[in-house]
C-alpha cells in the first residue's frame, strides 16, 4: 500500500512520545513492504534531537506549522493532501486532531479528548497559574467545537489507544462503536532485555548508590503532575532519591522545584536523553512513578515494565490501564496517596519483586511493536472499501 502518515514532529526532530509511536508505526509498516510518505512539520536546527537513516521506502515531507503548531500542521497537510490525494491509498493521521482541515477518507489515531483536557484537574483544565488556566480554558474548548468534533465525525475509522480512551469518544462524543478498533502501543522490547546491573548503571551515570532511587522519563507539562511528585518527596518517611528524564515546558520546572522544598538536594534532573543511553536509567532504578494528571498512553510505563521495574503510577486517563496490576494505581493530583504508594514499593521487597515479574510479562504479552503494527494494518481495508 501506499500510506501518507500526518505527524507533528518526526526525527531528528521529537516533542514528545507522539513522536515515538509515529517512529515506530512508519518504521514497523515500511518493514512490511508498504511505501510510506511522512508529513511533519519543519523545525529550526536547533531543536534537533537524534535520529536514524530513513529506510528506502519512507519518505519525509516538511511543511510549515508556524506559531500555530498542529493547527498549522493540520492546516499545511490538507493542502498538501488536495494537491496529492491520488498518490495515495491510505492516510492515517497520528491523532485525529491533526485531521480537522481534510476532508478526504482517512484513519486516525485517538489519544485523550479536548473534553478530558478540560477536566482533568478537579473538574478544570491543568495549568500553571491564572493566566494559563484562562488560556487553557478557551483554547481547549475552542478546539474541541471547531477542531476535534469535525475531525471525529469526519473519519472513517479511530485506532484507539485504550479502553479509557475508547469509552470517553463513543461516549461523549456519539462514536459508533463499530469505527473504532483498540490497538495498543508497542514498543522496541528487546532493547530492555539486555541491562547492566544496578551498581554498574549509578556508576555509569553519576547517580548515588546505597539510596531507594525512583524514576521518571517524560515530557513534563502540567499535564504530568510532577509538582504533586515533589510534594509527595516531602511527605515520604523514606529517604529516596529522584530522576527526572526529559524535556520540560518553558516555565514548569519552576514549578517543580518550588514544591520540592528541602527535597531539593534529592532530586537529579538529567533533561533530555537519548534513546541508547535511556536503559540505563532504567537499570539504576528501583521503581518508576508516573504522576499523571491524564495520560493518552504512557510509553515509559511499557519502557519501565519490559526494564522490569514496579510502577506507580495514577488513574489519570488511560495510565492505569496500562499498568495493569503491575503497579500501584493512586487517584491524581494526590500527593498523599501518591508518597505513601511510593513508601509501600520501597519497604516490601517482596511486593515490589512480584510487580516487577508481572510487568515483564504484561510487556511481552500486551505491548509488543511488531504486534501493534500488524493491528493499525489490518484496520487500513476499512479506509480502502469505504
Known amino acids: 500500500m501506499r ?7 518526526y526525527p531528528p526532530f521529537r516533542g514528545s512520545g507522539l513522536t515515538i509511536y509515529a517512529e515506530t508505526v512508519v518504521r514497523g509498516l515500511a518493514a512490511r513492504g508498504h511505501d510510506v510518505t511522512v ?19 519512507v519518505r519525509v515531507v516538511r511543511v510549515p506549522s508556524g506559531p500555530a503548531d498542529w493547527i498549522g500542521l493540520g492546516w499545511q497537510a490538507a493542502r498538501y493532501l488536495r494537491a496529492h490525494r491520488e498518490e495515495f491509498d491510505v492516510i492515517h493521521f497520528a491523532n485525529v486532531h491533526f485531521a480537522y482541515a481534510y476532508r478526504g477518507p482517512f484513519v486516525a489515531s485517538a489519544f485523550q479528548s479536548f473534553r478530558q483536557q478540560l477536566t482533568s484537574h478537579h473538574g478544570r483544565p491543568y495549568h500553571t497559574n491564572r493566566r494559563n ?113 526529559g524535556k520540560w515546558e518553558a516555565n514548569y520546572p519552576e514549578r517543580f522545584l518550588a514544591a520540592l522544598g528541602e527535597a531539593r538536594p534529592r532530586v537529579h534532573l538529567a533533561g533530555y536523553v537519548p534513546d541508547n543511553e535511556l536503559p540505563a536509567y532504567f537499570a539504576a532504578a528501583d521503581l518508576f512513578v508516573l504522576p499523571t494528571l491524564l495520560e493518552g498512553f504512557g510509553i515509559p510505563l511499557v519502557e519501565a515494565m519490559a526494564a522490569g521495574l514496579p510502577l506507580v503510577t495514577t488513574s489519570g486517563g488511560s495510565a492505569g490501564e496500562v499498568a495493569g496490576d503491575a503497579g500501584l494505581i493512586v487517584p491524581p493530583a494526590d500527593s498523599v496517596a501518591l508518597a505513601g504508594a511510593l513508601d509501600c514499593l520501597l519497604g516490601d521487597p517482596d511486593l515490589a519483586h512480584r510487580l516487577s515479574e508481572i510487568g515483564r510479562e504484561r510487556a511481552h504479552t500486551l505491548f509488543d511493536e511488531k504486534r501493534m503494527v500488524a493491528a493499525i494494518e489490518a484496520v487500513y481495508p476499512c479506509v480502502l472499501e469505504g
Open 3 to 9: 500510506i501518507c502518515f500526518v505527524t507533528l514532529d
Open 39 to 57: 508529513i511533519a512539520a519543519s523545525r529550526p536546527e536547533s531543536e534537533r534531537t537524534e535520529g536514524s537513516a530513513l529506510p528506502a521506502n
Open 133 to 245: 488556566y484562562l488560556f487553557r480554558l478557551f483554547y481547549y474548548s475552542g478546539a474541541k467545537w471547531a477542531m476535534e468534533r469535525p475531525a471525529v465525525e469526519r473519519a472513517d475509522h479511530l485506532i484507539m489507544s485504550s479502553h479509557s480512551t475508547q469509552q470517553e469518544f463513543v461516549s461523549h462524543y456519539g462514536l459508533p462503536p463499530d469505527r473504532t478498533t483498540l490497538v495498543y502501543l508497542g514498543i522496541d522490547l528487546q532493547r530492555f532485555e539486555s541491562l547492566p546491573d544496578q551498581t554498574e548503571a549509578r556508576g555509569q551515570l553519576g547517580l548515588p548508590a546505597g539510596v531507594p532511587l525512583l524514576l521518571y522519563v517524560g515530557f513534563s507539562t502540567p499535564r504530568k503532575g510532577v509538582e504533586y511528585l515533589a510534594r509527595s518527596l516531602r511527605n515520604m518517611q523514606t529517604q529516596a532519591h529522584l530522576v527526572m528524564v
